[in-house]
Structure formats: structure tokens, C-alpha cells
């Protein structure tokens, strides 16, 4: 059993609002990442890190920034919400030692009028 | 040419039959491969690794590689209705890009 969180879970916010998406998890893994996706459509990577004060962005450009300032935290932050940010946000991290298996959040469903 | 492709489904079964599930990769330094069940508003959840050509069993679940062919598949015997899911074939090559690439997604329905 995976010990990766994510809060909030569900949010609802209006447009031009700054938001953080909090991704927590407690196996001491070095790697971890941000997947976006919409209802019935596939994951997109939008940022992952590869352990402390190292970022990247993923294949799907995205507004969002991320830092990694401790390893079992990395969260995602929108500076001004659009209606276009609405989708759920997938946090998950690995163990480069063990074949990169990777472990989900429960995710975030964002949702910005 | 998308770099892992699946068919996007329904593959639809009886309950108690084999489902079949495909994948193919385009990048043949892949390595390691993944099998995710993702139900319907939730987070993926991985069910099965596999690294060596042949097969790997876990429980109803086994997946079998063959990397000369480029493809993965994973077989569930015995199909249950909770295993209604969308499932995700990932794979991840050891030089250059350093996260999984996903699949699009097979959507299983079992039938009752």
C-alpha cells in the first residue's frame, strides 16, 4: 500500500484565485511527479522531480509551477485559476532503486468558474 | 505513432472468461513495463511489473512480455464484474526519458 496524499480533493474556486495543490508521501522516495487528466481522457505529465530543489516540466505545457524544497513534499501551484485549469490533478513518486514502479495520490478534481 | 498504444475498447467479456489486454512500444530500449487499473474517477493503481521476456503471474493477473515483438500484454482469468476498470499499459526506458510514458487506456467491462 502506497502512502501518497493529496490535498485538498476536491476544490472549487473562481477565476484569477492563486491555488497550491499539496502532494505528500512518506516512503522516502526520490522521485515525484504531476499528471493532469480529464473524464475518460489520457494522464498528460505536466512537472516531475527528481529529489530536492530538482524540477522539470513534463510533455503537456502547463501554467502550473512546482517546487521540491523537502522529499516527501511537492506541491503544485496555479497563480491565477482559469475555467481552463479544470481537471484532475494525479500526484504520484517512485524509488529509482526499485524499477521506478510507480505509487498515485488520490488526486485533486479542480474546478475553476 | 503514439510510443505505447492500446486499443481504447470496450473489450467486453462474460463474467468468469479470460480478458485479453494489449499494448505495443515503440521505443525498443524500454525496460520496464506496467500495468495499471484506473476505475472511474479514481487514481491508477498498479496491479502488475514486469521486466524479463515470458510470463508473470499474480493471482487472476498475468502479464506476458516479449520485447523482440514490442508488445505486453495482461490476462485476467476468471473476469469479474469489479474488474470493470480502464486499464493503462506503461513503460519506462532506462536512458533518456526518465518518467513512464502511459497508454491511452483499454476501457474492460465484465457482464454479469
Known amino acids: 500500500e502506497a502512502d501518497i496524499y493529496q490535498t485538498p480533493r476536491y476544490l472549487v474556486i473562481g477565476t484569477g484565485k492563486k491555488i497550491t495543490l499539496e502532494c505528500s508521501q512518506t516512503m522516502g522516495h526520490d522521485k515525484m511527479y504531476w499528471y493532469q487528466q480529464d473524464p475518460g481522457m489520457e494522464l498528460h505529465l505536466i512537472h516531475y522531480?527528481?529529489?530536492?530543489?530538482?524540477?522539470e516540466k513534463g510533455d503537456l505545457s502547463s501554467e502550473s509551477t512546482v517546487s521540491r524544497i523537502r522529499t516527501e513534499h511537492f506541491p503544485l501551484t496555479l497563480e491565477s485559476a482559469r475555467p481552463s485549469h479544470t481537471s484532475q490533478y494525479l500526484c504520484?513518486?517512485?524509488?529509482?532503486?526499485?524499477?521506478?514502479?510507480?505509487?498515485f495520490g488520490p488526486g485533486t478534481r479542480l474546478t475553476v468558474l | 505513432q503514439k510510443e505505447v498504444e492500446q486499443n481504447s475498447g470496450p473489450l467486453s467479456v462474460p463474467e468468469g472468461a479470460i480478458a485479453s489486454l494489449n499494448c505495443t512500444y515503440s521505443d525498443r530500449v524500454s525496460q520496464s513495463f506496467f500495468w495499471y487499473r484506473q476505475y472511474s474517477g479514481k487514481s491508477p493503481e498498479l496491479i502488475m511489473s514486469?521486466?524479463?521476456?515470458g510470463d508473470k503471474e499474480d493471482g487472476r493477473f498475468t502479464a506476458q512480455l516479449n520485447k523482440a515483438s514490442q508488445y505486453v500484454s495482461l490476462l485476467i482469468r476468471d473476469s469479474q464484474p469489479s474488474d470493470s476498470a480502464t486499464y493503462l499499459c506503461?513503460?519506462?526506458?532506462?536512458?533518456?526519458?526518465?518518467?513512464?510514458?502511459f497508454g491511452s487506456g483499454t476501457r474492460l467491462q465484465v457482464q454479469p
Open positions: 514486469i521486466y524479463s521476456n
Open positions: 522531480s527528481y529529489g530536492v530543489n530538482s524540477t
Open positions: 506503461a513503460v519506462k526506458a532506462d536512458t533518456g526519458r526518465r518518467a513512464l510514458t
Open positions: 504520484a513518486s517512485s524509488d529509482g532503486r526499485s524499477y521506478n514502479e510507480q505509487f
